[in-house]
């Protein structure tokens, strides 16, 4: 980046989608500390992702929710129960499985889909994890300075503008429906019409080996596979994370009592999310052009002023000399051709008046004594 500038600019009306999966268990809501259930249910939305089924939270754009006050407290508050007891096996077919307990998180404008299994982050059960956050602005240039793809070019089914999560979604959907012959359910595109063929496919989509298939090329989409451009306008969200343990010994014994669940299980399975932004500006960050045709001129320019004392003044000057001796070598150069050409009158003069006083040198004869000049 050439430049980098922070704007003070508050933003009052911010949407932030909170895209949240549970590792393969079901995701199960408890009273939040910040949010009445009510209100918190409907600012849920499903979406599902390589995952499967995830929840956006301020997903509707419709009745987005809005905070005017940053810091802790004022954001999304919630509590999970991950129920790991409901975690899967491995699964045979492919030998995968999930490691990890706890749940993933995304933090995304609504500009973009959720692309949770690259960009999201893990939330551990058993901690509070504070995320505060900051909105980053990025502005790229386009050819032949840089490489970012306008936003109006290609556009993700039900998305105004340009993405590269899009982009990839995309991409994936099309290797897969190419080689497979089929489509993950999170993938987009049209449901499968009612025809012997659809039908067909759909009868051979649980078995391995279209599962084995599915898993090879969404394996292969990388960056040579799809290659997606970065957005000449993007937003993104930097964040910081904290965790603290829970539960207390004093909220473990009540938490216990009021869910029916003993003390280790909610150690094992409960966690609490606080996400916020730190404050209500955001950063610009903007890739400029490092030279153009203007600054090249106004350099030449400059560096012929700072150096050599060259301006547009000292160059009319310097044809005005140059001017100026070829006009005066001339002017001489007919002046002596003139000169050559005529006698000397001031030398005859003299000559003449040096002799005219007879009292002063011998006298001139009056027959030797010319009668008549003529110049």
Not at 115 to 134: A, D, E, N, R
Not at 169 to 186: A, D, G, Q, S
């Amino acid at each position: 980046m050439d430049n980098t500038t922070v704007s003070t600019t508050v933003i009052t009306a911010e949407a932030v989608l909170f895209t949240l999966r549970c590792l393969q268990g079901q995701l199960c809501f408890m009273p939040p500390v910040n949010f009445d259930m009510g209100v918190c249910r409907a600012c849920l939305c499903k979406v599902y992702t390589r995952y499967g089924k995830c929840y956006t939270f301020n997903g509707n754009k419709t009745a987005l929710r809005k905070t005017k006050q940053g810091g802790m407290g004022n954001g999304l508050e919630i509590m999970l129960d991950i129920q790991q007891d409901e975690y899967l096996p491995i699964w045979r077919e492919t030998n995968e499985t999930s490691l990890e307990a706890g749940i993933r998180v995304q933090i995304h404008s609504q500009d973009e889909p959720p692309y949770i299994h690259q960009l999201g982050f893990g939330v551990s059960p058993g901690f509070q994890t504070f995320v505060s956050c900051q909105e980053q602005r990025l502005t790229y240039l386009p050819q032949p300075w840089g490489n970012c793809r306008s936003s109006s070019k290609e556009k993700f089914p039900g998305y105004d503008t340009y993405s590269i999560s899009a982009c990839r979604l995309l991409c994936e959907t099309n290797e897969v429906i190419r080689v497979c012959n089929c489509r993950m359910v999170h993938m987009p595109g049209k449901a499968l019409s009612n025809s012997l063929h659809a039908r067909k496919a759909l009868s051979n989509s649980a078995h391995p080996s279209v599962c084995i298939c599915v898993s090879a090329q969404l394996q292969k989409t990388s960056g040579d596979t799809c290659p997606c451009e970065t957005p000449c306008n993007l937003t993104r969200y930097g964040k910081e994370l904290s965790m603290v343990k829970i539960p207390s010994k004093g909220s473990a014994r009540y938490l216990s009592r009021k869910y029916d669940k003993t003390e280790d299980y909610i150690r094992d399975n409960f966690l609490v999310l606080d996400i916020f932004f730190e404050a209500l500006n955001y950063e610009t960050i903007e890739q400029k052009k490092a030279y153009d045709v203007a600054g090249l001129l106004g350099d030449i320019g400059g560096q012929m002023g700072l150096f050599i004392g060259a301006s547009i003044l000292t160059v009319l000057e310097i044809l005005d000399y140059i001017y100026e001796v070829l006009y005066y070598h001339t002017l001489i150069g007919k002046t002596k051709q003139l000169s050559s050409a005529v006698p000397n009158h001031y030398a005859l003069t003299s000559h003449l008046s040096l002799n005219r006083n007879p009292m002063t040198r011998g006298a001139i004869p009056k027959e030797h004594m010319p009668t008549k000049f003529c110049l």
